[in-house]
């Protein structure tokens, strides 16, 4: 007699299996530092990718710096010479307008004007009397209403170092130009404003014809040492001569050194053929400029002399600087116009050389000679001749001195361009710059929001990893007392229903005494003792030691069946053992004890057929008897075998029942393959 075996239908929910949380800091910081070397280049990706804005910023300023490096450049010195017009000191602005003004209408298309840059003792005063706001006015002829020309809003004082401001116009016949400041600044500490200009410029094309007109103002301080109202026209201000880099070779023509100042030299230029002239220009150069200042060099004394043959020693005088010494003008172009004339040949004759203390021996220092009709330069590239015995000497470890610099187009820190190219160009320059600081400024303003962003979005997902890893480690300990508890519960239900019910049994054969024979109940003791043992190993194999079975899964299927069938002729077919994991092959053997337990209990049937099969993906066994079936329902309305249904469901696999009255019962399991974790 074999007491029913109650089965547990408990099965443990597999425990999460998360990685690390070692790791995860570190997984962090590797994706947020391995595509990038520095925070500088994580912060720009970020801002590119999450701002369309930055990529055109980026794209203007590439276009900026490509157009400002063919821009003539702002000199860091000033060229000093004459300081220009300065009006009254008065307390409000538009009282202190200057006119132009000519005795022919005259065409004007563009407009210029140059701030006045003074270096004093007290620092540098880079737009001295310059408004923030000014107009321009003009009439057509005398009496003919005012037209307004220009009107500047703002002029950005606070970013200037002197550039000119240039305004083009629509082409426009004047006789009268007025400029009115409209917003000047007050001096500091005082209620006073004053307007002050280093020069001014009328183009028509690219001629400046403000140097011919007559010059007006409501007041000028032209008694004071550098300023008058006709400095307006004289072609010098603090930016010296019209010029563009890149840097020449040569710094210009460097007379031999003479022992007193009064020593004649001079230069010739041949102009090759008969030639109409109406002007010359006379650049200053700028080699020993940082020692002895803008100008050294400058003749103090010298007349503009023309003939046809130089060699019968015939010179017609020009142009002459007069008997007093002619006023240095510093790193400044000297333009001297003289009643138009032919002329082959053209001399500069210097009667008193330049010595400005008793330590420095006289010389003469120019860099440009330009020979103008109608300005145009016909000199440019022609024959130089001077006394000079030494016509080249080295300055530097790259730039010489030399005659033939004297007309080579080039001053002695650039290449000589149009005054209307070079004005427009700085005032250009200058636009650019601000467009580029305020490009800057808002990339700038990006950038440090995109940081701001950045580190905020950094600190909230480590705080949030700080809080998902401490969450997750309180996960992890409930996962690990749930799986302690289950683990517990699993094998006291193992052992109850395994052993426990082994151990009564064999309790109760041996209290039989009276009933059946000794060596029996003896066989039955020992073959429950055997089970028993199996059982305990196994669960001590599946639970808590390697988690590997001892044998193939249809051995210890077999090793049951010859146990729990003793008493009836059964067959195993197959010697399939698929490699199941330890929960699915618990339930499988649940499963089959529950199975063949039934079949000796309950169906009086004398023999027993098994099979297994098994794939790569299913497992399917047959249990089938001849015994005395089953009926059709459950007397109390349960479903038939309702605890290998529980462990078919345990297995995520189907059973299927086919049983009729004294025909025996037909059991299909089929469940899919899970494999052991490794």
Not at 427 to 452: H, N, P
Not at 620 to 639: E, L, R, T
Not at 642 to 663: C, M, V, Y
Request: proline letters at 8%.
């Amino acid at each position: 007699m074999i007491l029913g075996v109650r089965h547990s239908s408990r099965s443990q929910k597999p425990s999460p299996k998360w990685p690390p949380p070692r790791c995860l800091p570190l997984l962090l910081t590797l994706l947020a530092l391995s595509p990038l070397s520095s925070a500088r280049d994580l912060n720009h990706t970020i801002a590119s990718n999450f701002s369309g804005r930055l990529a055109e910023i980026e794209a203007r300023l590439a276009i900026i710096e490509t157009q400002m490096a063919n821009l003539p450049i702002l000199p860091d010195m000033d060229a000093l010479g004459s300081h220009g017009f300065h009006s009254d000191f008065t307390e409000d602005s538009e009282r202190n307008w200057f006119e132009v003004s000519w005795e022919k209408p005259r065409s004007v298309d563009a407009i210029a004007l140059i701030p006045t840059r003074l270096s004093t003792q007290s620092g540098e005063m880079s737009n001295y009397g310059f408004p923030n706001r000014l107009r321009i006015v003009g009439s057509t002829h005398p009496g003919a209403p005012t037209i307004t020309l220009a009107e500047i809003q703002n002029t950005h004082l606070d970013s200037r170092r002197g550039e000119p401001v240039f305004i083009p116009i629509k082409p426009t016949t004047l006789s009268r130009i007025r400029v009115i400041p409209i917003d000047l600044p007050k001096l500091q500490g005082k209620s006073v404003r004053l307007f002050s200009v280093s020069e001014f410029m009328a183009f028509n094309g690219d001629e400046n014809i403000a140097p011919l007109a007559n010059l007006n103002a409501q007041y000028s301080i032209d008694a004071e040492v550098g300023w008058n109202i006709r400095y307006l026209v004289d072609d010098q201000s603090p930016l010296g001569p019209p010029e563009t880099p890149p840097l020449p070779d040569s710094l210009g023509w460097h007379t031999d050194v003479a022992h007193t100042r009064d020593i004649p030299t001079w230069a010739t230029i041949d102009l090759e053929h008969p030639t109409t002239i109406d002007g010359v220009r006379i650049i200053a150069a700028k080699g020993d400029s940082p020692i002895k200042g803008p100008g050294f060099g400058f003749p103090v004394r010298f007349r503009i002399e023309e003939s046809d043959d130089p060699a019968a020693k015939s010179w017609k005088t020009l142009w002459h600087s007069g008997p007093e010494p002619f006023p240095n003008p510093g790193y400044n172009p000297v333009n001297i116009r003289f009643p138009e004339t032919t002329a082959t040949h053209v001399r500069l004759l210097v009667e008193e050389q330049q010595q400005p203390d008793i330590l420095t021996a006289p010389r003469v220092l120019l860099s440009e000679i330009e020979i103008l009709s109608k300005n145009t330069n016909v000199a440019l590239n022609r024959p130089v001749s001077t006394p000079d015995l030494v016509t080249s000497r080295p300055h530097d470890s790259r730039r010489t001195w030399s005659v033939k610099s004297l007309t080579d187009g080039n001053s002695s820190t650039g290449k000589i361009i149009p005054t209307r190219q070079w004005v427009s160009q700085l005032s250009r320059r200058f636009d650019l710059s601000l467009e580029q600081k305020d490009l800057i400024a808002e990339k700038t303003t990006i950038l440090s929001r995109t940081r701001t962003w950045t580190i905020t979005a950094l600190v909230t997902l480590l705080s949030l990893t700080v809080v998902a890893l401490v969450f997750w480690q309180l996960r992890l300990r409930l996962a690990a007392r749930r799986h302690l508890s289950d683990l517990r519960r699993r094998i006291s239900s193992d052992l109850h229903d395994e052993v426990g019910s082994n151990l009564a049994t064999i309790s109760l054969l041996s209290e039989l005494s009276g009933k059946g024979t000794e060596s029996n109940r003896l066989s039955d003791i020992g073959r429950l003792a055997r089970e028993s043992s199996l059982s305990l190993r196994e669960i001590i194999d599946l639970t808590l030691v390697s988690k590997r079975a001892r044998k193939p899964l249809h051995e210890r299927l077999r090793e049951i069946a010859n146990l729990m069938l003793k008493d009836h002729r059964w067959e195993l077919i197959g010697d399939a053992s698929p490699n199941l994991d330890p929960e699915q092959r618990r339930n499988l053997i649940f499963f089959f004890k529950e199975a063949l337990h039934n079949i000796s209990r309950h169906a009086a049937a004398s023999s027993v057929n098994i099979r297994i099969q098994a794939d790569h993906h299913n497992v399917v066994i047959n249990i089938a008897d001849n015994g005395c079936g089953m009926p059709p329902h459950h007397p109390n309305g349960q479903p038939r075998l309702r605890t290998l249904q529980q462990r078919a469901d345990s297995l995520h696999g189907s059973l299927n029942i086919h049983s009729e009255p004294a025909n025996g019962t037909h059991l299909t399991l089929r469940f899919p393959l899970r494999l052991p974790a490794k």
